[in-house]
Nanobody, 121 residues
Framework: VQLQASGGGLVQAGGSLRLSCAASGGTFRSYVMGWFRQASGKEREFVAQISWGGGSTYYADSVKGRFTISRDNAKNTVYLQMNSLKSEDTAVYYC???????????????WGQGTQVTVSS
């Protein structure tokens, strides 16, 4: 499956952004989808995950209550709504897909190209 992330940009602290990740070339509804992020000089870290049907979600503690992951299987797209953004949310955000589940980047088999999110304080 091929993944294309979009929606990143520059936003002030306290603002919002919505990331999108469009999938093609596979059976999207078969995949657990995740979002990860990588800040400059740091390791890639888990942000959020959503189950095949969208009924189950899981978040990193650092974004819980501020970010919401969702998916539209009819559009082969997963979203990450990010509210109350902080400077520490600045990173390249990646969407990823797996036929399994997990919060480690090694659990995911397919990756998008990443989209930059920059939060100014």
């Amino acid at each position: 499956v091929q993944l294309q992330a979009s929606g990143g940009g520059l936003v002030q602290a306290g603002g919002s952004l919505r990331l999108s990740c469009a999938a093609s070339g596979g059976t999207f509804r078969s995949y657990v989808m995740g979002w990860f992020r990588q800040a400059s000089g740091k390791e890639r870290e888990f942000v959020a995950q959503i189950s095949w049907g969208g009924g189950s979600t899981y978040y990193a503690d650092s974004v819980k209550g501020r970010f919401t992951i969702s998916r539209d299987n009819a559009k082969n797209t997963v979203y990450l709504q990010m509210n109350s953004l902080k400077s520490e949310d600045t990173a390249v955000y990646y969407c990823a897909a797996t036929l399994r589940s997990g919060t480690s980047l090694y659990d995911y088999d397919y990756w998008g190209q990443g989209t930059q999110v920059t939060v100014s304080s």
